[in-house]
């Protein structure tokens, strides 16, 4: 697969940049404008990176790729005990989840977050080279995290039905 590490970059790249899922032969379109690559090799690309799963949405169709979506994975997770000093050789980013909301209130403020703000640390940014993530901008960073970890999804509200003076009050989610 290195041999292939410029098409696997820009692909999950123009996937995160696209809200972390396109058409199959979208996504070939898309990189084929910056990188010369044939329908079946980049087909092998996607079957066969980890960086990708390949959705179908249909029954199998005779034209190539009509049917699948490819979706933008990653491994990477963020770190729970960082703060708690309780994690060395960690393999996971220390970063505040708010952060990756986008809606941390310490952040632009002027009491400072207990969390790290920063993905260029050296830690993170050691992790996101191993990943080959390290040249991917921020906010599709975050997208590709807020799509693969399931410590980011919202709770779920126990007050299923809240008053709407509740649920304004409430973070969590209303099913």
Same mark, same amino acid.
């Given at each position: 697969m290195s041999s292939y590490s410029r098409v696997i970059h820009h692909a999950t790249s123009v996937l995160c940049s696209n809200k972390?899922?396109?058409?199959?032969?979208?996504?070939?379109?898309k990189v084929f404008q910056r990188v010369e690559i044939t329908e079946?090799?980049?087909?092998y690309i996607v079957k066969k990176c980890s960086r990708f799963v390949v959705v179908r949405n249909r029954e199998r169709t005779d034209e190539w790729? =009509?049917?699948?979506?490819?979706v933008a994975k990653?491994? *990477?997770? #963020? @770190? !729970?005990?960082? =703060?708690?000093?309780?994690?060395?050789?960690?393999?996971? *980013?220390? #970063? @505040? !989840?708010?952060?990756v909301y986008g809606n941390c209130r310490f952040g632009k403020g002027?009491?400072?977050c207990k969390f790290s703000h920063d993905v260029r640390s050296e830690h993170n940014y050691t992790l996101?080279?191993?990943c080959t993530l390290h040249e991917l901008h921020e906010d599709d960073l975050f997208l590709l995290l807020l799509q693969?970890?399931?410590t980011l999804l919202p709770e779920v509200s126990a007050l299923r039905e809240c008053s709407s003076v509740l649920s304004a009050l409430c973070v969590r989610a209303h099913g």
């Open positions: 972390g899922s396109l058409a199959l032969q979208q996504l070939h379109r079946d090799d980049f087909w790729g =009509t049917d699948c979506v490819v990653t491994s *990477l997770r #963020l @770190c !729970k005990n960082y =703060t708690k000093q309780d994690c060395r050789d960690c393999q996971e *980013l220390h #970063l @505040c !989840k708010y952060f002027r009491k400072q996101l080279r191993e693969n970890d399931p």
